[in-house]
């Protein structure tokens, strides 16, 4: 009896990811420099469209309640690397999208870590922005 009681309470908290084993998207690494690098990028690229505090003009808002849990970080990197910015998709440097996404990332409560965003980190990410 005591056996079954053991594992139901287990299975319950597996299910709720309570516990050890429960697995969580683990939180994106970019650095702080990468992040300020970042933010004159989108000032210089970004904002005329989505504003200076990131609030959306006539391109969609990219800060708060409207950005959070919306896409995965790896979906956004591709499609800004892809469609961004308007009129000129993909004439960036690679390091310039990664220091915008690292940006959004900071602007929207992550925390910078000791690495930086790079092309292939960034494929590997499962979190949600």
């Not at 299975?11 to 516990?19: E, F, N, R, S, T």
Request: charged share 10%; glycine share 10%; aromatic share 8%.
């Amino acid at each position: 009896m005591k056996f079954t009681t053991f594992w139901f309470a287990g299975a319950v908290m597996l299910a709720l990811g309570i516990g050890t084993f429960a697995s969580a998207a683990s939180p994106p690494s970019y650095s702080a420099a990468q992040a300020a690098s970042g933010a004159k990028a989108y000032q210089a690229d970004c904002s005329q469209c989505h504003g200076v505090q990131l609030q959306g003009i006539s391109a969609p808002p990219l800060k708060g309640a409207s950005m959070k849990g919306t896409r995965k970080i790896s979906e956004l990197y591709a499609f800004i690397t892809q469609q961004m910015p308007a009129g000129a998709p993909g004439s960036l440097s690679p390091s310039t999208y990664l220091s915008i996404v690292a940006f959004l990332l900071e602007e929207n409560g992550d925390k910078p870590g000791p690495a930086p965003l790079t092309a292939a980190s960034v494929q590997k990410i499962d979190a949600t922005i």
